[in-house]
Each structure stands twice: as C-alpha cells, then as structure tokens.
C-alpha cells in the first residue's frame, strides 16, 4: 500500500482487470476527443500490464474505485504510464496524490527521476503537470499524433 494525502492506494491483480480497464476507458474519454485518436493508454492490453507492470488503485471509502495508477520500472528512472482519475472523482485532489505516490514510490525503489509523456495537444495537462514540478524532456512525433516527454528530478 501507498498513502498519498487522504488516499491509500492497493496494488492491483488480475482479477481487477475489468474494472481498470473500465476506468481507464471514463477516464480517457475526454482525451480521445481532444486528441482526434485513441489516447495510448487505451490501446494497451491490460492482462499484459497488470502482468508486467505495477498498478495501483486508489478506491473511495464507500469502496468505489476512483483512480489507477499504472507504473513501468526502467533503467534509470520510473515512468508514469497512466493516472487515471474517474471523472466523478476529479478535482478532489487525486491525480495530485497518485502523482506523490509515485514519486513516493519511486524513492523507495532508488530512483532519482519519473517520467511520463501525454499528447502535445493537451496543453492543460502539460500545464498541470509542470505546476507539479515536471519539466519537458522531449517532443516525439508518432505517425499519429505528437507526444510531449516530461521528467521530473526528485530531491534526496
């Protein structure tokens, strides 16, 4: 378990396959708007991730899942895959707390750097991500569509 503000987050197993792949699905529906394309997160399989992966669920205390936290270990830094809030549950705070847990998540494992990317139209997220202490690394051009590569530093 992690604890991020008034949050505590569980690992996931295959048996929430359906409800994280729900979530994901609400959560990302604005994005597939905006994007004009599937956003990347939907056009993973999930039984792969929650194999490969580490994801995490923060559930509400009426026991309603309210955000998942999907994270890859890399050589050299954790990358964010997914934070993934429910839209009945933004704007409480959550992503903020699944963005502490992972840097929580990634000191504890001896990592110095997290990253994660997120579609270069989605400006109010490059935004949001900046005010939490994320700079951009990169821009990528897919066939598709144009990936903004953010890093963030962690203090010792």
Same mark, same amino acid.
């Given at each position: 378990? =992690?604890?991020?503000?008034?949050?505590?987050?569980?690992?996931?197993? %295959?048996?929430?396959?359906?409800? !994280?792949?729900? $979530?994901?699905?609400?959560?990302?529906?604005? @994005?597939?708007?905006?994007?004009? !394309?599937?956003?990347?997160? $939907?056009?993973?399989? #999930?039984? +792969? =991730?929650?194999?490969?992966?580490?994801?995490? $669920?923060?559930?509400?205390?009426?026991? !309603?899942?309210?955000?998942?936290?999907?994270?890859?270990?890399?050589?050299?830094?954790? %990358?964010?895959? &997914? +934070?993934?809030?429910?839209?009945? &549950?933004?704007?409480?705070?959550?992503?903020?707390?699944?963005?502490?847990?992972?840097?929580?998540?990634?000191? @504890?494992?001896? #990592?110095? =750097?997290?990253?994660? #990317?997120?579609? &270069?139209? /989605?400006?109010?997220?490059?935004?949001? #991500?900046?005010?939490?202490?994320?700079?951009?690394?990169?821009?990528?051009?897919?066939?598709?569509?144009?990936?903004?590569?953010?890093?963030?530093? /962690?203090?010792?």
């Amino acid at each position: 378990m =992690i604890t991020a503000g008034d949050w505590t987050l569980r690992r996931a197993g %295959m048996a929430c396959h359906d409800a !994280v792949v729900s $979530l994901q699905r609400a959560a990302y529906a604005r @994005n597939r708007d905006l994007l004009g !394309v599937t956003p990347l997160p $939907l056009l993973a399989d #999930y039984r +792969v =991730i929650l194999r490969d992966k580490e994801v995490w $669920l923060a559930v509400s205390d009426a026991g !309603v899942l309210a955000g998942v936290l999907v994270l890859e270990h890399r050589p050299g830094d954790l %990358m964010i895959e &997914s +934070v993934a809030t429910d839209p009945g &549950s933004q704007g409480q705070g959550l992503g903020r707390a699944m963005l502490s847990a992972a840097e929580t998540r990634a000191r @504890n494992l001896g #990592y110095g =750097i997290v990253r994660l #990317y997120t579609g &270069s139209v /989605l400006t109010h997220l490059i935004d949001w #991500y900046r005010r939490h202490g994320f700079a951009v690394d990169r821009i990528e051009t897919l066939s598709d569509r144009t990936i903004t590569h953010m890093m963030k530093r /962690l203090a010792d």
